[in-house]
């Protein structure tokens, strides 16, 4: 069975300044996918980045990128030079190719970025 | 501009009441899915659908009933619903239904249901 921890529920940070939200997760697959994706309160589920099991490097897209750590099976979401648009909803989920293509997520983290 | 689409956006609906949820998606992709998002709980998958066929079903009752017409297209017919069922009802697609590589699933807007 799969599993996504996220433990904070919510973040605030300042504009422009980083910030780390964290995800680890418990499979017992070998090939599965991580994916983190953000709702803004509108509902909307925005995919922002993808990181595979067997993939050697952290996946980067823009200002997101992927902090991979697979032996402590965690991946957390770096976003740099924070922008109050960023404020929403991050959801950790992972999917493995056990059938169903079926995404597993977490409970989410609230991110607050203040001026 | 999402290209998954939902309609309606919102619904209240009384408990003896049937209404269907619609989703259209516009990005030639072979596998379409429902998720339930409830407050303060992790979304959860209710269907699958491959190339219009149904591939999961992960336990939900039978007062929500899916259909698939076509690959674009993705249904879900509600009928005598409870209060507890109240949620966002998302839809979403991807490429294909195995592998993870480059196979992200795009998601609708959401339909807010509430049940009265």
């Known amino acids: 069975a799969q599993k996504i921890t996220q433990t904070q529920p919510g973040m605030f940070v300042q504009e422009k300044e980083a910030v780390t939200l964290d995800c680890t997760y418990d499979?017992?697959?070998?090939?599965?996918?991580l994916f983190w994706y953000k709702q803004p309160s509108s509902g909307e589920m925005i995919f922002l980045i993808y990181?595979?099991?067997?993939?050697?490097q952290n996946a980067t897209e823009g200002r997101y990128s992927l902090n991979f750590q697979k032996a402590r099976k965690s991946a957390n979401l770096v976003i740099s030079a924070s922008q109050l648009g960023d404020s929403a909803m991050y959801f950790c989920?992972?999917?493995?190719?056990?059938?169903?293509?079926?995404?597993?997520f977490g409970t989410g983290t609230q991110l607050k970025v203040e001026l | 501009e999402t290209g998954v689409t939902q309609t309606p956006r919102h619904l209240v609906m009384g408990m003896t009441n049937k209404k269907s949820l619609k989703c259209e998606q516009h990005?030639?992709?072979?596998?379409m899915y429902w998720y339930k998002q409830s407050a303060k709980k992790p979304l959860e998958l209710m269907f699958v659908y491959s190339l219009e066929e149904r591939v999961e079903n992960n336990s939900v009752p039978s007062r929500f009933s899916p259909e698939c017409p076509n690959s674009s297209h993705l249904f879900l017919h509600l009928h005598t619903l409870q209060p507890e069922d109240s949620a966002l009802y998302l839809c979403?697609?991807?490429?294909?239904?195995?592998?993870?590589?480059?196979?992200?699933?795009?998601f609708g807007p959401g339909t807010r249901l509430t049940v009265l």
């Open positions: 979403a697609s991807s490429q294909e239904l195995a592998g993870t590589y480059g196979n992200e699933q795009f």
């Open positions: 990005l030639g992709h072979n596998a």
């Open positions: 990181q595979g099991s067997y993939d050697e």
């Open positions: 499979t017992s697959d070998q090939s599965y996918g």
């Open positions: 989920a992972i999917l493995y190719t056990g059938g169903g293509n079926k995404l597993t």
